[in-house]
């Protein structure tokens, strides 16, 4: 009941902050769009562009969220889990990790991005790639492999620790 009440926790903080940035500017998650949508951005002259997909403050902010999200799960799986073996620790925070995943995909994207006239940017609005969930499954895919070395840096601290 605990790590179900953690997943849920999560995956509300993680909706506070994605969703009023995206709807607020959706130009400053530009990054998180399927690539027609920013190569169309580029030729209105609304972002640059760029042979990476991630930009240097990009790269920052996810860094800055997953060294957060380690310090964050690390205390919560050795105070409140209990969590005492490597195992404990890395299989706790990868379900918490999987649950915020697959809510964006399936809630977020395909859900409210791709239904949703706040995230539209001004002269893209006619593009069939807001519908694209292919897009966004393939996406949370990938996010699910990259939350495999963030947990297991948690199971490490959590074994390290006890």
Request: contains cysteine.
């Amino acid at each position: 009941m605990v790590l179900f009440i953690e997943c849920l926790v999560a995956i509300v903080l993680f909706t506070l902050i994605v969703v009023p940035m995206t709807a607020k500017d959706p130009i400053s998650v530009i990054s998180d769009y399927p690539p027609a949508i920013r190569k169309r951005c580029v030729e209105l002259g609304l972002t640059k562009e760029t042979e990476k997909r991630f930009e240097a403050k990009d790269l920052i902010r996810k860094g800055v969220a997953i060294i957060v999200l380690l310090l964050a799960a690390t205390l919560v799986m050795v105070k409140v889990n209990h969590a005492e073996t490597f195992l404990q620790g890395f299989g706790y925070t990868y379900i918490i990790w999987l649950s915020i995943t697959w809510f964006d995909a399936l809630v977020l994207d395909c859900g409210w991005f791709c239904h949703s006239k706040r995230v539209r940017i001004p002269g893209t609005e006619d593009m069939k790639e807001y519908h694209d969930y292919l897009f966004h499954i393939v996406q949370s895919c990938i996010g699910s492999l990259i939350g495999l070395p963030t947990c297991l840096i948690v199971g490490l601290l959590v074994m390290l620790l006890r």
